[in-house]
C-alpha cells in the first residue's frame, strides 16, 4: 500500500478522453518586443535589408578602386538636399518613439497623433528625396559611378515608401478603426522598422555625399 502522503503537483485539467486541457483564457492576446512574433520578423527583415545594403556600400568602394577617378566624369553630389533629409529623419525619431511609447501604453489617442506627425515627417522626406535624385550630379546609365549611387538612393527611398505606405494604413486605422488591440503592436514595430529606416540612412549618406569627396 503506498502511503506516500506529499502534497501532490498540480496538473492540468484532463478530460474523459484522457486529453490534458490548459486554460489559457486570462493569457494577454498579444504582447510587444521579444515576446512578439513580429518583433522577430521584423527583426529578421532588417537583418536581410542591411545585408542588402552592405553589399551595395562595398559594390560602391569596390568600383572606387577600380576606377581611375571618382567620381567618373561627374561631380560630387551636392549636399544641400541630402544633408537636410539627413536632418529631417534625425528630428523624425523624437515623435516615433512618443509614437511607441504610447502604444506600448495602451493610449490610442496620442499613438494616432504622434503617428500622423511621424507620417508628415515622412511625406517631407519623400519630397526632398526627389530633389536628392535631381542632385546627384549623374545619371543612374551614365557610368559605373551614376549606376551604384542611383542603386544606393533608390535601395533606401524604397524602403521609405514601404514604411510611409505603412504608416498611412496605421493612422487611419487608429483614427477611424476598425480598431483591435493587436494594432497597438504593429504601431510598436513600425516604430522599431523606421528607426532602421534612420540609421541606415547614416552610413549611406556618408558614402553618397561624403566619400565621392575624399
Known amino acids: 500500500m503506498n502511503t506516500d502522503t506529499r502534497t501532490a503537483t498540480p496538473r492540468p485539467d484532463r478530460r474523459d478522453t484522457g486529453e490534458f486541457v490548459l ?17 522577430w520578423s521584423t527583426g529578421g527583415l532588417m537583418l536581410i535589408e542591411g545585408t542588402v545594403f552592405a553589399i551595395a556600400v562595398m559594390m560602391y568602394f569596390y568600383l572606387r578602386s577600380r576606377a ?19 536632418a529631417v529623419l534625425l528630428v523624425s525619431l523624437w515623435p516615433n518613439q512618443l509614437a511607441k511609447k504610447a ?4 493610449e490610442r489617442t496620442k499613438a494616432a497623433i ?23 550630379n549623374v ?44 494594432r497597438f503592436v504593429d504601431v510598436s514595430e513600425n516604430a522599431l522598422y523606421w528607426y532602421f529606416v534612420v540609421l541606415s540612412w547614416l552610413p549611406i549618406y556618408g558614402v553618397i555625399y561624403w566619400a565621392a569627396r575624399l
Open 68 to 86: 581611375p577617378a571618382w567620381p567618373m566624369a561627374a561631380d560630387a553630389p551636392r549636399l544641400l538636399w541630402g544633408s537636410l533629409n539627413t
Open 23 to 39: 486554460d489559457v483564457r486570462a493569457l494577454p492576446t498579444f504582447a510587444f518586443s521579444h515576446r512578439s512574433l513580429m518583433w
Open 139 to 182: 545619371s543612374w546609365y551614365t557610368n559605373a559611378y551614376g549606376s551604384v549611387v542611383w542603386l544606393l538612393l533608390g535601395l533606401h527611398t524604397t524602403h521609405l515608401i514601404t514604411d510611409t505606405v505603412d504608416t498611412t494604413v496605421l493612422t487611419v486605422l487608429l483614427f477611424t478603426g476598425p480598431f483591435e488591440s493587436k
Open 103 to 106: 502604444a506600448e501604453r495602451g
Open 114 to 136: 504622434w503617428l500622423a506627425v511621424c507620417l508628415v515627417a515622412s511625406l517631407a522626406f519623400l519630397a526632398l528625396r526627389a530633389l536628392e535624385f535631381a542632385s546627384l
